[in-house]
């Protein structure tokens, strides 16, 4: 039988020569590595909305539709990995951490099963669904559970690799994923696993610890910006973090700011600061994160109206 490592070598990822969203990324990942027969997927009937209709044609078999009842959903891929499946369990991120919250810390982290949960339409970038649709607190939930790996994508590439750490993860992962297309960042070749983050710029003055679509706007403060040395890290794994980053950018930047597109308490923010406080780095710490509920709207209009547009960050930071 062909391991996961096999089938990830004999398919590998294919060029984006376009604008693409993370979900994008995750469907593709998901059909391309479908030949792994320990992968089950699992479906809140949202096979167009996350994009898993591309698994589902190619492997009809290991394709079920549970219906919308996400609660059972979690429970049902719990005993596919008691099996000795690995059941890739698919939802809105505000359904997989809030209505199915007893489910995953009964059945899934507290006897750590090998369950992938993925929480797409993550943040207010999905927009116009407004609140109800709107995970701003799934990270925080998550992160607070045992045995819980968090990772955030910020592209479609990212997506694909953090996919295939996954499937390589034995235990519980929870990703989060976007619905909106945004610039791919990485290459074919990047490498990319869980607990490591990336450097794409180094800065002096300011470093952005970033994850998600924030990653996106920390690239573009500094497209918009001749004066001021930024740094940028994409912290597409929360959980556990990449500690040696954080350390890189207090010990080598005057201010440290974290960007999340989540609410203040308990995401990328406390995770960043929590480990500044711990090691006593002296330089200064700062975020743009979600102080409440948002509403609904277009993405970029609601980035503008919360502070989480690259433009609002120039201005409260005074940028040049």
């Given at each position: 039988?062909?391991?996961?490592?096999?089938?990830i070598?004999?398919?590998?990822?294919?060029?984006?020569?376009e604008?693409?969203?993370?979900r994008?990324?995750?469907?593709?990942a998901?059909?391309r590595?479908g030949?792994?027969?320990?992968?089950v997927?699992?479906d809140?009937?949202?096979?167009?909305?996350?994009?898993?209709n591309?698994?589902?044609?190619?492997?009809?078999?290991?394709?079920?539709?549970i219906?919308?009842?996400?609660?059972?959903?979690?429970?049902?891929?719990?005993g596919?990995?008691?099996c000795?499946?690995?059941?890739v369990?698919?939802?809105?991120?505000?359904?997989?951490?809030?209505?199915?919250?007893?489910?995953?810390m009964?059945c899934?982290?507290?006897?750590?099963?090998?369950?992938?949960?993925?929480?797409?339409h993550g943040g207010?970038?999905?927009?116009?669904?407004?609140?109800?649709?709107q995970?701003i607190?799934?990270?925080?939930?998550?992160?607070?559970?045992?045995?819980?790996?968090?990772?955030?994508?910020?592209?479609?590439?990212?997506?694909?690799?953090?996919f295939?750490?996954?499937?390589?993860?034995?235990?519980?992962?929870?990703?989060?994923?976007?619905?909106?297309?945004?610039?791919v960042?990485?290459?074919?070749?990047?490498?990319?696993s869980?607990?490591?983050?990336?450097?794409l710029?180094t800065g002096?003055d300011?470093?952005?610890?970033?994850?998600g679509?924030m990653?996106h706007e920390?690239?573009?403060?500094?497209?918009?910006c001749?004066?001021?040395?930024?740094?940028?890290?994409?912290m597409?794994?929360?959980?556990?973090?990449?500690?040696?980053?954080?350390?890189?950018?207090?010990?080598?930047?005057k201010?440290v700011?974290?960007?999340?597109?989540?609410?203040?308490?308990?995401?990328?923010?406390?995770?960043?600061a929590r480990?500044?406080?711990?090691?006593?780095?002296?330089?200064?710490?700062?975020?743009?994160?979600?102080?409440?509920?948002?509403?609904?709207?277009?993405?970029?209009?609601?980035?503008?109206?919360?502070?989480?547009?690259?433009?609002?960050?120039?201005?409260?930071?005074?940028?040049?």
């Open positions: 039988m062909k391991t996961i490592e096999d089938v070598k004999e398919n590998p990822i294919k060029e984006y020569k604008n693409a969203s993370t994008e990324g995750y469907s593709n998901l059909a590595l030949g792994y027969d320990k992968i997927v699992v809140a009937d949202l096979g167009e909305s996350l994009l898993t591309s698994f589902k044609k190619k492997y009809p078999e290991r394709y079920l539709d219906g919308i009842q996400e609660a059972n959903m979690l429970g049902f891929a719990a596919l990995a008691s000795g499946k690995i059941p369990v698919n939802t809105f991120a505000t359904f997989a951490s809030q209505r199915c919250l007893d489910t995953v009964q899934v982290a507290y006897p750590k099963m090998n369950v992938k949960i993925i929480g797409s207010i970038h999905t927009g116009e669904d407004g609140v109800s649709h995970a607190s799934d990270i925080a939930i998550m992160r607070s559970i045992p045995n819980i790996t968090v990772v955030e994508p910020s592209d479609a590439v990212s997506a694909e690799k953090l295939e750490s996954m499937l390589k993860y034995d235990g519980p992962v929870y990703m989060r994923l976007h619905r909106n297309k945004t610039p960042i990485y290459d074919n070749n990047s490498e990319i869980i607990g490591k983050g990336k450097i710029r002096s300011v470093t952005f610890i970033a994850s679509m990653v920390a690239l573009k403060v500094i497209d918009n001749q004066y001021t040395s930024i740094g940028v890290i994409d597409m794994s929360i959980k556990p973090i990449d500690k040696n980053l954080v350390f890189l950018a207090a010990s080598t930047s201010l700011i974290v960007l999340e597109d989540h609410y203040v308490i308990g995401g990328l923010s406390d995770a960043v480990i500044m406080a711990e090691e006593g780095f002296y330089s200064k710490f700062s975020s743009v994160s979600l102080e409440g509920f948002a509403e609904s709207g277009k993405p970029n209009e609601l980035y503008e109206k919360y502070g989480l547009s690259a433009k609002k960050i120039k201005e409260k930071y005074k940028l040049s």
